[in-house]
Protein backbone atom coordinates (compact mmCIF):
# COMPACT_ATOMS: atom_id res chain seq x y z
CA UNK A 1 0.00 0.00 0.00
CA UNK A 2 1.45 3.42 -0.85
CA UNK A 3 1.56 5.94 1.85
CA UNK A 4 2.72 9.41 1.49
CA UNK A 5 5.66 9.68 4.51
CA UNK A 6 6.99 12.94 5.70
CA UNK A 7 11.03 13.24 5.59
CA UNK A 8 12.60 15.29 7.67
CA UNK A 9 13.55 18.23 5.27
CA UNK A 10 10.00 19.61 6.06
CA UNK A 11 10.08 22.05 8.89
CA UNK A 12 6.27 21.76 9.68
CA UNK A 13 7.12 18.23 10.56
CA UNK A 14 10.32 18.47 12.02
CA UNK A 15 8.43 21.12 14.48
CA UNK A 16 6.09 19.06 15.31
CA UNK A 17 7.99 16.08 15.76
CA UNK A 18 9.99 17.72 18.20
CA UNK A 19 6.88 19.64 20.17
CA UNK A 20 4.45 16.79 20.03
CA UNK A 21 6.22 13.58 19.64
CA UNK A 22 5.85 12.86 23.30
CA UNK A 23 2.14 13.58 23.62
CA UNK A 24 1.51 11.36 20.20
CA UNK A 25 4.58 8.89 20.94
CA UNK A 26 2.51 6.51 23.21
CA UNK A 27 -0.98 6.62 21.21
CA UNK A 28 1.46 5.87 18.49
CA UNK A 29 2.94 3.03 19.77
CA UNK A 30 -0.43 1.61 20.90
CA UNK A 31 -1.87 2.00 17.16
CA UNK A 32 1.31 -0.38 16.30
CA UNK A 33 0.82 -2.83 18.55
CA UNK A 34 -3.08 -3.38 17.35
CA UNK A 35 -1.99 -3.47 13.74
CA UNK A 36 1.24 -4.86 13.50
CA UNK A 37 2.05 -3.71 9.76
CA UNK A 38 4.83 -4.93 7.71
CA UNK A 39 6.87 -1.82 7.96
CA UNK A 40 6.37 -0.19 11.31
CA UNK A 41 8.88 2.74 10.28
CA UNK A 42 6.23 3.63 7.46
CA UNK A 43 3.11 3.47 9.48
CA UNK A 44 4.47 5.77 12.43
CA UNK A 45 5.58 8.16 10.01
CA UNK A 46 2.00 8.19 8.37
CA UNK A 47 0.41 8.07 11.33
CA UNK A 48 2.33 11.22 12.71
CA UNK A 49 1.65 12.81 9.59
CA UNK A 50 -1.84 12.24 9.88
CA UNK A 51 -1.80 13.56 13.80
CA UNK A 52 0.00 16.65 12.76
CA UNK A 53 -2.62 17.43 10.14
CA UNK A 54 -5.40 17.18 12.97
CA UNK A 55 -3.69 19.00 14.86
CA UNK A 56 -2.83 21.71 12.51
CA UNK A 57 -6.85 21.59 11.44
CA UNK A 58 -7.92 22.24 14.62
CA UNK A 59 -5.75 25.23 15.95
CA UNK A 60 -6.45 26.53 11.94
CA UNK A 61 -10.49 25.89 13.18
CA UNK A 62 -10.02 27.70 16.57
CA UNK A 63 -8.34 30.28 15.37
CA UNK A 64 -11.15 30.75 12.68
CA UNK A 65 -13.74 31.02 15.62
CA UNK A 66 -11.94 33.57 17.64
CA UNK A 67 -11.63 35.91 14.61
CA UNK A 68 -15.30 35.34 14.06
CA UNK A 69 -15.56 35.86 17.66
CA UNK A 70 -13.59 39.02 17.54
CA UNK A 71 -14.97 40.37 14.74
CA UNK A 72 -19.06 40.23 16.01
CA UNK A 73 -17.54 41.51 19.06
CA UNK A 74 -16.19 44.58 16.76
CA UNK A 75 -19.29 44.63 14.88
CA UNK A 76 -21.52 44.99 18.09
CA UNK A 77 -19.39 48.03 19.17
CA UNK A 78 -19.55 49.66 16.27
CA UNK A 79 -23.22 49.47 15.91
CA UNK A 80 -23.41 50.18 20.09
CA UNK A 81 -20.93 53.59 19.24
CA UNK A 82 -23.53 54.12 16.09
CA UNK A 83 -26.73 53.88 18.60
CA UNK A 84 -25.18 56.70 21.00
CA UNK A 85 -23.92 58.51 18.31
CA UNK A 86 -27.44 58.78 16.49
CA UNK A 87 -29.44 59.49 20.43
CA UNK A 88 -26.74 61.81 20.89
CA UNK A 89 -27.62 63.56 17.51
CA UNK A 90 -31.49 63.78 18.50
CA UNK A 91 -31.09 64.71 21.76
CA UNK A 92 -29.04 67.68 20.69
CA UNK A 93 -31.00 68.18 17.88
CA UNK A 94 -34.36 68.50 20.36
CA UNK A 95 -32.13 70.63 22.48
CA UNK A 96 -31.60 72.94 19.93
CA UNK A 97 -35.13 72.96 18.91
CA UNK A 98 -36.37 73.85 22.51
CA UNK A 99 -33.82 76.46 22.77
CA UNK A 100 -34.44 77.92 19.34
CA UNK A 101 -38.66 77.79 20.75
CA UNK A 102 -37.70 79.11 23.90
CA UNK A 103 -35.66 82.17 22.03
CA UNK A 104 -38.33 83.06 19.35
CA UNK A 105 -40.40 82.85 22.70
CA UNK A 106 -38.50 85.00 24.81
CA UNK A 107 -38.64 87.28 21.65
CA UNK A 108 -42.00 87.58 21.05
CA UNK A 109 -42.23 88.03 25.11
CA UNK A 110 -39.82 90.90 24.70
CA UNK A 111 -41.94 92.55 21.50
CA UNK A 112 -45.47 92.53 23.50
CA UNK A 113 -43.76 94.26 26.64
CA UNK A 114 -42.70 96.75 24.03
CA UNK A 115 -45.78 97.32 22.38
CA UNK A 116 -47.28 97.53 25.87
CA UNK A 117 -44.40 100.07 27.49
CA UNK A 118 -44.68 102.07 24.33
CA UNK A 119 -48.90 101.68 24.28
CA UNK A 120 -48.90 102.87 27.88
CA UNK A 121 -45.94 105.88 26.90
CA UNK A 122 -48.51 106.78 24.26
CA UNK A 123 -45.45 105.97 21.23
CA UNK A 124 -45.98 104.15 18.34
CA UNK A 125 -43.85 100.78 17.79
CA UNK A 126 -41.27 101.49 14.80
CA UNK A 127 -42.32 99.69 11.40
CA UNK A 128 -39.25 97.01 11.79
CA UNK A 129 -40.01 96.02 14.90
CA UNK A 130 -44.30 95.46 14.18
CA UNK A 131 -43.19 93.27 11.16
CA UNK A 132 -40.70 92.01 13.08
CA UNK A 133 -43.73 90.36 15.74
CA UNK A 134 -46.10 89.22 12.83
CA UNK A 135 -43.32 87.30 11.42
CA UNK A 136 -42.27 85.33 14.89
CA UNK A 137 -45.92 84.78 15.32
CA UNK A 138 -46.34 83.47 11.72
CA UNK A 139 -42.86 80.90 12.43
CA UNK A 140 -44.57 80.30 15.49
CA UNK A 141 -47.93 79.16 14.65
CA UNK A 142 -46.81 77.18 11.21
CA UNK A 143 -44.33 75.11 13.83
CA UNK A 144 -47.14 74.65 15.99
CA UNK A 145 -49.25 73.48 13.37
CA UNK A 146 -46.63 71.23 11.62
CA UNK A 147 -46.85 69.12 15.16
CA UNK A 148 -50.50 68.41 15.09
CA UNK A 149 -51.58 65.21 13.94
CA UNK A 150 -53.24 65.40 10.12
CA UNK A 151 -57.08 64.78 10.60
CA UNK A 152 -58.16 63.15 7.59
CA UNK A 153 -61.79 62.80 6.14
CA UNK A 154 -62.11 59.22 4.14
CA UNK A 155 -64.72 59.44 1.55
CA UNK A 156 -67.99 57.69 2.06
CA UNK A 157 -68.97 54.54 0.12
CA UNK A 158 -71.31 54.92 -2.58
CA UNK A 159 -72.91 51.93 -2.20
CA UNK A 160 -73.52 52.48 1.57
CA UNK A 161 -75.11 55.66 0.47
CA UNK A 162 -77.14 54.36 -2.09
CA UNK A 163 -78.47 50.64 0.35
CA UNK A 164 -79.77 53.46 2.58
CA UNK A 165 -81.48 55.99 0.92
CA UNK A 166 -83.20 52.51 -0.87
CA UNK A 167 -83.84 51.44 2.77
CA UNK A 168 -86.15 55.18 3.13
CA UNK A 169 -87.94 54.50 0.16
CA UNK A 170 -87.48 54.39 -4.12
CA UNK A 171 -88.45 56.20 -7.45
CA UNK A 172 -90.65 54.00 -9.40
CA UNK A 173 -92.10 54.10 -12.83
CA UNK A 174 -95.55 53.51 -13.63
CA UNK A 175 -98.42 53.85 -16.18
CA UNK A 176 -100.94 56.49 -16.58
CA UNK A 177 -103.86 56.89 -18.63
CA UNK A 178 -105.23 60.36 -19.40
CA UNK A 179 -108.12 61.43 -21.25
CA UNK A 180 -106.91 63.76 -24.30
CA UNK A 181 -109.81 66.75 -25.45
CA UNK A 182 -111.18 64.61 -27.97
CA UNK A 183 -111.97 62.04 -25.73
CA UNK A 184 -108.59 59.93 -26.73
CA UNK A 185 -107.01 57.72 -23.58
CA UNK A 186 -103.24 58.14 -23.88
CA UNK A 187 -101.03 56.17 -21.44
CA UNK A 188 -97.93 57.81 -19.69
CA UNK A 189 -95.20 56.57 -18.05
CA UNK A 190 -94.33 58.55 -15.09
CA UNK A 191 -92.13 58.58 -12.06
CA UNK A 192 -93.61 58.43 -8.46
CA UNK A 193 -91.60 57.94 -5.14
CA UNK A 194 -92.44 55.07 -3.25
CA UNK A 195 -91.45 54.63 0.43
CA UNK A 196 -90.28 51.39 1.70
CA UNK A 197 -92.75 49.20 3.50
CA UNK A 198 -92.23 49.14 7.62
CA UNK A 199 -91.97 45.90 9.28
CA UNK A 200 -95.43 44.04 10.09
CA UNK A 201 -96.97 45.80 7.45
CA UNK A 202 -98.80 43.38 5.03
CA UNK A 203 -97.99 45.84 1.37
CA UNK A 204 -95.19 43.76 -0.13
CA UNK A 205 -92.02 45.68 -1.11
CA UNK A 206 -91.78 47.67 -4.71
CA UNK A 207 -96.01 47.33 -4.50
CA UNK A 208 -97.09 50.49 -6.67
CA UNK A 209 -99.86 52.22 -4.99
CA UNK A 210 -101.71 53.30 -7.69
CA UNK A 211 -103.62 56.52 -8.18
CA UNK A 212 -106.08 54.90 -10.31
CA UNK A 213 -107.88 53.49 -7.12
CA UNK A 214 -109.29 56.93 -7.25
CA UNK A 215 -111.22 55.84 -10.39
CA UNK A 216 -113.88 53.05 -10.38
CA UNK A 217 -114.62 51.04 -13.28
CA UNK A 218 -118.05 50.13 -14.09
CA UNK A 219 -118.37 46.79 -16.41
CA UNK A 220 -121.58 47.28 -18.59
CA UNK A 221 -123.70 45.38 -21.34
CA UNK A 222 -125.92 47.14 -24.02
CA UNK A 223 -128.94 46.83 -22.37
CA UNK A 224 -127.29 48.81 -20.20
CA UNK A 225 -126.19 51.82 -22.54
CA UNK A 226 -129.12 51.20 -24.99
CA UNK A 227 -132.67 50.71 -24.09
CA UNK A 228 -135.44 50.26 -26.88
CA UNK A 229 -132.22 51.71 -29.51
CA UNK A 230 -131.80 54.96 -27.84
CA UNK A 231 -129.16 55.93 -25.18
CA UNK A 232 -129.35 55.77 -21.83
CA UNK A 233 -129.72 58.61 -19.60
CA UNK A 234 -126.00 58.02 -18.13
CA UNK A 235 -124.45 57.70 -21.65
CA UNK A 236 -126.41 60.68 -22.35
CA UNK A 237 -124.80 62.62 -19.32
CA UNK A 238 -121.68 61.75 -20.30
CA UNK A 239 -121.19 59.56 -17.14
CA UNK A 240 -120.47 56.18 -19.48
CA UNK A 241 -118.08 56.94 -21.75
CA UNK A 242 -116.31 55.03 -24.69
CA UNK A 243 -112.64 55.20 -25.12
CA UNK A 244 -110.70 54.82 -28.23
CA UNK A 245 -110.91 51.28 -28.59
CA UNK A 246 -114.50 50.70 -28.15
CA UNK A 247 -114.76 49.83 -24.43
CA UNK A 248 -117.07 51.60 -22.23
CA UNK A 249 -115.63 52.94 -19.05
CA UNK A 250 -117.34 54.52 -16.32
CA UNK A 251 -116.57 58.24 -15.21
CA UNK A 252 -116.56 58.48 -11.33
CA UNK A 253 -115.97 61.84 -9.23
CA UNK A 254 -112.61 62.80 -10.34
CA UNK A 255 -114.53 62.92 -14.14
CA UNK A 256 -111.20 60.93 -15.46
CA UNK A 257 -111.93 58.37 -17.73
CA UNK A 258 -110.00 55.10 -17.04
CA UNK A 259 -109.78 52.75 -19.70
CA UNK A 260 -109.65 48.83 -18.09
CA UNK A 261 -106.83 47.12 -18.80
CA UNK A 262 -109.18 43.61 -19.43
CA UNK A 263 -109.09 43.31 -23.11
CA UNK A 264 -111.69 40.65 -22.72
CA UNK A 265 -114.02 43.23 -21.67
CA UNK A 266 -117.61 43.13 -23.65
CA UNK A 267 -116.85 45.92 -26.59
CA UNK A 268 -119.70 47.81 -28.52
CA UNK A 269 -120.02 47.06 -32.03
CA UNK A 270 -121.92 48.61 -34.65
CA UNK A 271 -125.77 47.29 -34.94
Excluded at 115 to 128: C, F, I, R, T, V
Excluded at 194 to 210: H, L, N, S, Y
Amino acid sequence: MAATTMTSNDPVYDTFIRRSLGTYLPECIKQLAEARPADPIEFISNWLYKAMDSQLYKREKEKYLKDCVKEFELLQQERQERKARMEMLLQAQKENKEELRQARQDEINALMDLAKNAEKLGAELSPKSIRRLNLVRKISKLENDAEKPLEITMPKNKKQEQKKSESKGRWVEVEEEIMTENGTVVTVKTRKWQPAAKRGDGTAEGEIQDEKESHKELKLDHSSVFSGGQMSPLASQGIIGLSSRGVFTFQSEAMGIVEPPDPLNRQLTAA
